[in-house]
T-cell receptor, first 114, second 112 residues
Framework: EAGVVQSPRYKIIEKKQPVAFWCNPI?????LYWYRQNLGQGPELLIR????????DSQLPKDRFSAERLKGVDSTLKIQPAELGDSAVYLC????????????FGPGTRLTVT | GENVEQHPSTLSVQEGDSAVIKCTYS??????FPWYKQELGKRPQLIID?????GEKKDQRIAVTLNKTAKHFSLHITETQPEDSAVYFC???????????FGKGTRLSVIA
C-alpha cells in the first residue's frame, strides 16, 4: 500500500512569491491534515479536512494561506505571498475514521523563502 | 487548548542501555497518545501509541506507559541500538481523528 505522497519535496522561492504544495493521502483515508514543522520543533496543525470539508482551520493564517480538497481525496496548500518566516517543512498526514485514527505522515515539502 | 511538554530535549545513551522519554499533557479530555520517530530529513513515523483505557503497551523493545491521573506518559526503549538514534516526538489528542498536539521532541543519540 502506498503511503502519503507529497510534492514537491523541496522548494526555494523569493519572498512575496506564491507557492503551492500537493498531497495525496493513503487510499481510503477520509481525514487529511496539513501540519507545519519549524526547525527543531514538533509539527503544528494548519488545517484538517473531513472528506472535502475543512473542519479545523483555526491555525491557518488566512491572509496568505489557502487550502482545498475539492473531491475529498488529494489536497493543495497555497501560500501567497510567501514571507521569510514561512520557511519550514510542510507535512501532510491522513487517517481513517473509525479505526482508531492513527495518523500517517508524508515525507513533507521543505520550503525555503529567501 | 492542549499543551504537551516533553523531556529531556536531548538524551545520549550507550548502546544496550535503556532510554526513557517523558511527556506531560494538560487537557484531561485527551485520550490518544502516539509516539513518532523522525530521522533527519524524513517523515515522522508512528512507532507506538496508547489510549486512555490502557496503562501500558509493549512492542518488542519499545513500551509506553500512561498515568491519566498525573497526566503523563512515557516512552521506554530497552537494549538501544545505533539505529534508534533519531528525534522522538510525543503527542496527544482527544481521539485518533482529531489534530495531534506535539511535544518539542527529544533527540536520542545511541553511542556504539
Amino acid at each position: 500500500e502506498a503511503g502519503v505522497v507529497q510534492s514537491p519535496r523541496y522548494k526555494i522561492i523569493e519572498k512575496k512569491q506564491p507557492v503551492a504544495f500537493w498531497c495525496n493521502p493513503i487510499s481510503g483515508h477520509n481525514t487529511l491534515y496539513w501540519y507545519r514543522q519549524n526547525l527543531g520543533q514538533g509539527p503544528e496543525l494548519l488545517i484538517r479536512y473531513e472528506n472535502e470539508e475543512a473542519v479545523d482551520d483555526s491555525q491557518l493564517p488566512k491572509d496568505r494561506f489557502s487550502a482545498e480538497r475539492l473531491k475529498g481525496v488529494d489536497s493543495t496548500l497555497k501560500i501567497q505571498p510567501a514571507e521569510l518566516g514561512d520557511s519550514a517543512v510542510y507535512l501532510c498526514a491522513s487517517s481513517l475514521a473509525g479505526t482508531g485514527g492513527e495518523q500517517y505522515f508524508g515525507p513533507g515539502t521543505r520550503l525555503t523563502v529567501t | 487548548g492542549e499543551n504537551v511538554e516533553q523531556h529531556p530535549s536531548t538524551l545520549s545513551v550507550q548502546e544496550g542501555d535503556s532510554a526513557v522519554i517523558k511527556c506531560t499533557y494538560s487537557d484531561s479530555a485527551s485520550n490518544y497518545f502516539p509516539w513518532y520517530k523522525q530521522e533527519l530529513g524524513k517523515r515522522p513515523q508512528l512507532i507506538i501509541d496508547i489510549r486512555s483505557n490502557v496503562g501500558e503497551k509493549k512492542d518488542q523493545r519499545i513500551a509506553v506507559t500512561l498515568n491519566k491521573t498525573a497526566k503523563h506518559f512515557s516512552l521506554h526503549i530497552t537494549e538501544t541500538q545505533p539505529e534508534d538514534s533519531a528525534v522522538y516526538f510525543c503527542a496527544a489528542s482527544r481521539s485518533g481523528n482529531t489534530p495531534l498536539v506535539f511535544g518539542k521532541g527529544t533527540r536520542l543519540s545511541v553511542i556504539a
